[in-house]
Structures are given as C-alpha cells and as structure tokens.
C-alpha cells in the first residue's frame, strides 16, 4: 500500500470507530480509566502515516510463536515471559501455525481443527497465568476461533483475578 491508501484506510477507520477510539495521548491506560472517558478501542497501526494520527498507536510488540503445536507455542511464550516484560502494551498469541509440510501429510487438517486439537493443553497454561504488570505478567492475549473456544471466558477470569488481588490488598490495608 502506498501512503495514499494508508492515509485512506486510516481515515475509514477513524470515521468507523470515531469517539471510541482511545488516543495515544491517553496516560492512564486501565479498563476503569478507558470506560470513564467512553474509550473502548486502541487501535494500533503500524505505518509511518500513524505517526499523524493522534487516534492511532504505534505497533503493540506481538509474541507470535509460528508453531504447530501447543507445547512448541508454550515453550516459546514462556521463553518471551523470561526476558521480562516489554514497555507499554505487548501481545501474546495463542495462534498456531501449519507450516507447509504439516499441509502437505495433513490435506484433511485445517488451522481450525490443529487449534481445537491443540486447545486444551493452551486452556491449562491460559489458566495458570497471571495478569498484571510484574515481569512475568501476561498482557493482552490474542487468538484464532474466538467465538467459537471459551477463550473470552478466560481472559475475564484472569482479569478477575486482578480484582480480587486489588480487594484483598485493600483489606490489608483497613
């Protein structure tokens, strides 16, 4: 795309997400802070057009393992969470990827049925994560077939746990 088309396609963009959309300029960043001033998308776009666009953030760091397998994809979101934990926003992807000689010896496979075969060895380890901002912490955690694996349930039950983290810290205090 040249930066004609960017600038086109950010402008679709905007004009689609409108008031909704949280700016780059933001500097608290928590669901609380976001719902109280109407945001509810942080679009990040990751063309030097952006820059301009006070609506748009840089790329999100996104951990993308490129693997078949659940343990091969654990093994490497693991490695990443070990490095520490990157500045601002990061992804990790629970996406798995065929490469072609797993297409080639699997024609009846799809990524569909690779990640429901795969899925219950990345439910366990979604489940044990923690969220939050310590070193280890996951961030935002992107996947393939959404709606159609509980992996929405998941997420807001590790958010859960940061509520219930803040409350019991609350109660040490008083």
Known sequence: MDDRC???FIFSLKKLF????????????T????????????????????????????DIPYHWADQRTAQGL????DRNKDRGRPDGFFVSGLNLTADKGYILTHPKESLRTLTYSNWECLKNWLEEQIPGSQSKSLNIIAGDFVGTLPLC????????KLLWKDSSSIKKII
């Open 74 to 77: 654990i093994s490497y979101l």
């Open 153 to 160: 349930s998941l997420v807001i039950a590790l958010n859960q």
């Open 31 to 58: 669901l609380r802070s976001l719902w109280a001033s109407g945001y509810q998308v942080i679009l990040t776009y990751d063309s030097q057009c952006a820059l301009r666009h006070q609506e748009l953030w840089p």
């Open 18 to 29: 409108a008031s909704k959309l949280c700016p780059r300029t933001e500097s608290v960043l």
């Open 6 to 8: 960017h600038e086109l």
